[in-house]
């Protein structure tokens, strides 16, 4: 069972049908739990973790960190999209940095990778105002000309992406699914 | 959170507009009545009817009259969005956008200058479940333009219904035309929904069609208690 973490601000949001339920219609079977409900019982209970986005007004994670206290230890597989990919970093030692990106951009491809593969083209949707830089232990697998767009953890399988593949390139979150 | 409803009148804004209401309360509507027949951003058939359903919806109305030259009608959306924030202290906008990046990255970008609250509470939704969506929650929703093949005169006029969904549906297997009609193929009135305090009754209409292109335009209605 594939779990996704609704990291909106407020539990049943309206933005939750914006930035979860478009990550849920892609998947035939997962659960989903919003970030203040997260305890070890639900993500030992899972097969993969998706992070999801949320709003460009929604920041000040740092304060909410406690939550995702338990990342640094996960063996799974673990996705963070955007604002879950900022969250991936800061558990490693990142710190945000202003950088906006609003709408469909060109990425590079660095590396191959399953995942990076697994793209259908390159153009991607983005919408933040912050990103991360690369946290230690972690390489690059593909880049804007702005910021860092997908990451994955050098032992594990924990990726991050700046964008939001479950708009423009939904194939990404089937091929995390399979992993 | 109040908010405005960027409003067309076709069934997606009007489908945002009623999810949002269940979480926040929209206190105005903002329509852009484009010129351009070819804006990618605002141009729909009966766009000049937005003042009936604001009546009908008892909610007022900021409509902005534009020439729609392409970025100079985003300007605009900007100052009409910005006068929904002077006058009715909005903190954020609803659309229904679904799958447009071209328009919802536009309407992203304005929000963060102006730093309030985007919301789009049928982004990514599956099109099929968006038409059943909204003939379970009793919207009454005419098909007031066609302008793609297969689509004949007859579809003119027709409301949305399980048959008519289920023809879509067909339409959609065979020929891969978008039923809820994302790719342009159709366009949309609503007349009544739950958010409606008055229901619109159609009284006055006329069609125009040609080679698999018409619209269904409505000419006279009246306000009914519901």
Redesign the interface.
């Known amino acids: 069972m594939i779990l996704i973490i609704d990291t909106c601000r407020d539990k049943d949001?309206?933005?939750a049908?914006?930035f979860v339920?478009?990550i849920t219609?892609i998947l035939t079977e997962c659960a989903m739990v919003h970030f203040t409900e997260i305890t070890t019982e639900i993500i030992n209970a899972a097969d993969k973790i998706i992070i999801s986005g949320s709003?460009?007004?929604e920041i000040g994670y740092s304060d909410h960190l406690k939550f995702f206290n338990w990342i640094k230890d996960y063996n799974k597989p673990l996705m963070g999209i955007c604002n879950g990919m900022q969250i991936i970093g800061m558990t490693h030692g990142c710190e945000l940095k202003e950088v906006?990106e609003?709408?469909?951009t060109t990425i590079t491809k660095l590396r191959d990778d399953p995942l990076v593969d697994s793209l259908k083209k390159l153009e991607v949707?983005e919408?933040h105002?912050y990103c991360i830089n690369l946290p230690d232990n972690f390489k690059l697998l593909a880049e804007s000309d702005k910021c860092i767009q997908i990451i994955k953890h050098k032992e594990k399988s924990m990726y991050g992406t700046t964008f939001h593949p479950?708009?423009?390139n939904k194939e990404l979150i089937t091929a995390f699914s399979e992993l | 959170m109040k908010l405005a409803s960027l409003f067309s009148g076709g069934k997606d804004s009007v489908l945002g507009l009623y999810?949002?209401n269940?979480?926040?309360d929209v206190v105005c509507l903002i329509t852009i009545e484009s010129e351009n027949k070819e804006s990618y951003m605002f141009h729909t058939p009966n766009i000049s009817l937005t003042q009936t359903q604001s009546e009908a919806l008892d909610l007022p109305l900021i409509k902005v009259k534009t020439k729609g030259e392409k970025e100079k009608e985003l300007a605009e959306l900007k100052q009409a969005i910005q006068q929904a924030i002077d006058e009715h202290q909005i903190e954020g906008i609803?659309t229904g956008t679904v799958a447009s990046?071209y328009q919802?990255?536009?309407v992203?970008?304005i929000?963060?200058e102006l730093?309030?609250?985007?919301?789009?509470?049928?982004?990514?939704?599956?099109q099929l479940e968006l038409l059943h969506d909204l003939v379970e929650n009793k919207f009454e929703v005419y098909i007031a333009g066609v302008f793609a093949y297969p689509f004949g005169e007859e579809w003119l006029g027709k409301t949305i219904n399980s048959d008519t969904i289920a023809k879509l549906k067909q339409m959609q297997e065979e020929l891969k035309i978008n039923p809820a009609g994302e790719g342009g193929e159709i366009e949309t009135f609503v007349t009544d929904c739950p958010a409606f305090k008055k229901k619109i009754i159609i009284t006055k209409y006329s069609t125009e069609y040609d080679n698999y292109a018409g619209v269904f335009n409505i000419e006279e209605t009246k306000l009914e208690e519901k």
């Open positions: 949001s309206l933005h049908l914006e339920r478009p219609d709003p460009l007004k906006t609003i709408g469909p949707y919408l105002n479950e708009v423009m | 999810k949002a269940t979480k926040h609803v990046t919802a990255s536009r992203q970008r929000c963060n730093n309030i609250w985007c919301f789009n509470p049928l982004w990514q939704m599956d």
